[in-house]
């Protein structure tokens, strides 16, 4: 994944790609899950999902966090059914969750709204393998990172370094180890 040429970008782009769909996974299923767990409702019918699948698509798309996406999503669930419970004969709130989610999403982004970033609930697991591919794709562009490189003492300008047999590979920019500080070693 961190070489050079088409099949390492492309290898690249399919785990990005994979991290951002079960992001946005993530994000629906949490609110179902609010929705049935904490409100009782059922979850989103099927003929909205489409509708909320591009509405948490235009979030993430707009540069919004996985946590931020929660914030939007509990948002949304609690808005519709606090509006379900002052509108008792109106339609199920499942059905307008995926309307404002959008609205809320699209006020933020034209006011430049700060969302806080939210944590799951201790009732709901995340997939376990979003972690190890949230962090497996944050090491993979970092090695592409641009002020990594730059900051970087072991790699020239566009991130290659030498090897032993005047080889080129491509540097990880691996910290520096951090040796004992010897004022600390004084103290014993």
Same mark, same amino acid.
């Given at each position: 994944?961190? @070489?050079? =040429?088409?099949?390492?970008? /492309?290898?690249?782009?399919? $785990?990005?790609? #994979?991290?951002?769909?079960?992001?946005?996974?993530?994000?629906?299923?949490?609110?179902?899950?609010?929705?049935?767990?904490?409100? @009782?409702?059922?979850?989103? *019918?099927?003929?909205?999902?489409?509708?909320?699948?591009?509405?948490?698509?235009?979030? $993430?798309?707009?540069?919004?966090?996985?946590?931020?996406?929660?914030?939007?999503? %509990?948002?949304?669930?609690?808005?519709?059914?606090?509006?379900?419970?002052?509108?008792?004969?109106?339609?199920?709130?499942?059905?307008?969750?995926?309307?404002?989610?959008?609205?809320?999403?699209?006020?933020?982004?034209?006011? *430049?709204?700060?969302?806080?970033?939210?944590?799951?609930?201790? %009732?709901?697991?995340?997939?376990?393998?979003?972690?190890?591919?949230?962090?497996?794709?944050?090491?993979?562009?970092?090695?592409?990172?641009?002020?990594?490189? /730059?900051?970087?003492?072991? #790699?020239? *300008?566009? =991130?290659?370094?030498?090897?032993?047999? /005047?080889?080129?590979?491509?540097?990880? *920019?691996?910290?520096?180890?951090?040796? /004992?500080?010897?004022?600390?070693?004084?103290?014993?």
């Amino acid at each position: 994944m961190t @070489g050079s =040429g088409q099949a390492a970008y /492309e290898a690249r782009r399919a $785990l990005a790609d #994979c991290v951002e769909c079960m992001e946005f996974v993530d994000v629906m299923t949490y609110l179902d899950e609010l929705l049935v767990d904490k409100y @009782g409702y059922p979850t989103v *019918h099927e003929a909205r999902r489409q509708e909320l699948a591009e509405n948490i698509r235009l979030g $993430l798309v707009a540069g919004y966090t996985p946590g931020q996406m929660i914030c939007f999503a %509990w948002r949304a669930a609690d808005t519709a059914a606090g509006w379900k419970e002052r509108n008792a004969r109106m339609g199920p709130p499942e059905a307008s969750t995926a309307t404002i989610i959008r609205n809320k999403i699209e006020k933020a982004i034209e006011v *430049h709204h700060s969302i806080p970033e939210y944590d799951t609930s201790r %009732w709901r697991q995340p997939p376990v393998a979003l972690f190890a591919l949230r962090k497996l794709n944050a090491d993979v562009q970092r090695v592409f990172d641009r002020s990594v490189i /730059e900051d970087c003492p072991d #790699c020239d *300008h566009q =991130g290659w370094r030498e090897t032993d047999a /005047e080889t080129l590979i491509r540097c990880v *920019h691996q910290p520096a180890s951090v040796d /004992e500080d010897p004022a600390d070693s004084a103290k014993d």
